[in-house]
C-alpha cells in the first residue's frame, strides 16, 4: 500500500511563507493527480490546490490564488505546496491526497482514495 507522507508544517506569522512536501513511498506511484486539502476542525474539509500528475495542469481555490503554488517533481514522485502571504485563516491541518480512479472530481475530497497524516500550519497574527 503505498503511502504519502506531508512535512514542512509549522507556526508562522502573518504574511509569512512555508512549504509543504508530499512524498509517495513507492516510486512509479500510479497515479491521475495530487491535491492539497485542508481541514479545520468543525468545517468540512476544503479543496486548496491540485496538479496533474501527467498533465501539470494546476487549479487552485479562490481563496489561495496567487498566493500558493502547486508544483511537482516526477523523479522524486513529490509534490510541494510553496505558500505565501499567510494569513490566520489558512490556519489548518494540511493533507495531500492522490487519485488513482482517474474520476473527474479533483475539486471533491471524494475524488481521491490515497490520503497523508496531515502536517498542521498555524499563522499567528
Known amino acids: 500500500q503505498v503511502q504519502l507522507v506531508e512535512s514542512g508544517g509549522g507556526t508562522v506569522q502573518a504574511g509569512g511563507s512555508l512549504r509543504l512536501s508530499c512524498a509517495a513511498s513507492?516510486?512509479?506511484?500510479?497515479?491521475?493527480?495530487t491535491a492539497w486539502f485542508r481541514h479545520v476542525p468543525g468545517k468540512d474539509r476544503e479543496f486548496v490546490a491540485v496538479i496533474g500528475w501527467s498533465s501539470g495542469l494546476t487549479y487552485y481555490a479562490d481563496s489561495v490564488k496567487g498566493r500558493f503554488t502547486i508544483s511537482k517533481a516526477n523523479a522524486k514522485n513529490s509534490v510541494y505546496l510553496q505558500m505565501g502571504n499567510l494569513n490566520p485563516e489558512d490556519t489548518a491541518a494540511y493533507y495531500c491526497?492522490?487519485?488513482?480512479?482517474?474520476?473527474?472530481?479533483?475539486?471533491?475530497?471524494?475524488?481521491?482514495?490515497?490520503w497523508g497524516q496531515g502536517t498542521q500550519v498555524t499563522v499567528t497574527s
Open positions: 491526497a492522490a487519485d488513482t480512479l482517474g474520476g473527474d472530481s479533483w475539486f471533491l475530497a471524494v475524488g481521491y482514495d490515497y
Open positions: 513507492e516510486d512509479n506511484f500510479s497515479h491521475h493527480a
